[in-house]
């Protein structure tokens, strides 16, 4: 799309990447409207800070077994800007997606698991390094601080119901974090090559075809 038909075809107040996200959800969960939490309904995340996301999305998923699936709003680029018309890839090129089965601790939406969004996107902010499929990600403990889960790591995969889309201001993979026991990252880090990751994935997709976290899954 050029900067002129941009311009032809959205206004100023138009949030374009953010439309494009949302389209790309009700082709999976059609008009069924998620629960979202953000800065723009009143909800920092970050303490004494600036949330370098703007958003989640989180949904009630029956399909393969009940899970939520939260999505980021903010990696890629958002509001209207017909200068970013036409890219090859949306700011980052990628939202973060996560799926995760309910969880005992949870009694209400995993809030924490937005955290450790927001936490890599002020990685990917700060640093000027981004995340792309069949990358790993320890996290040097549990990725729920307060429990003994054996789930210490994240490796990335395209999420099996988005993948990728085009926007009008390009492309945007969303990438899906997807919990990894020790015993996996270590595997993962002997080798740590995107082939290894990419079998360990296949690996884990034969009995978990969605790539659903579950905290109580053991070595």
Not at 79 to 93: I, L, N, R, V
Request: aromatic letters at 10%; proline letters at 6%.
């Amino acid at each position: 799309m050029t900067p002129e038909a941009y311009k032809q075809r959205y206004k100023a107040e138009d949030a374009v990447g953010w439309l494009s996200i949302d389209n790309a959800l009700e082709g999976v969960y059609g008009k069924t409207e998620p629960r979202h939490y953000g800065p723009l309904c009143g909800i920092h995340f970050a303490v004494g800070g600036t949330d370098p996301i703007d958003g989640v999305s989180i949904y009630d998923s029956a399909k393969q077994e009940p899970h939520r699936h939260i999505i980021s709003y903010g990696m890629s680029e958002l509001y209207y800007d017909h200068e970013k018309a036409g890219g090859e890839f949306s700011k980052w090129g990628f939202e973060f997606t996560f799926r995760l089965k309910p969880f005992a601790k949870d009694k209400e939406d995993p809030i924490w698991a937005v955290h450790v969004m927001n936490n890599l996107a002020r990685y990917v902010f700060k640093s000027g390094k981004w995340f792309e499929e069949n990358h790993f990600i320890p996290a040097k403990g549990p990725i729920r601080l307060d429990t003994d889960t054996e789930i210490t790591g994240f490796v990335i995969a395209l999420d099996p119901e988005l993948g990728r889309m085009e926007t009008p201001h390009g492309e945007v993979s969303f990438l899906q974090l997807v919990g990894v026991t020790n015993a996996e990252l270590e595997r993962v880090m002997q080798h740590p090559t995107t082939n290894t990751v990419a079998a360990l994935i296949s690996e884990l997709k034969r009995d978990n075809p969605l790539l659903i976290t579950d905290l109580n899954r053991k070595s």
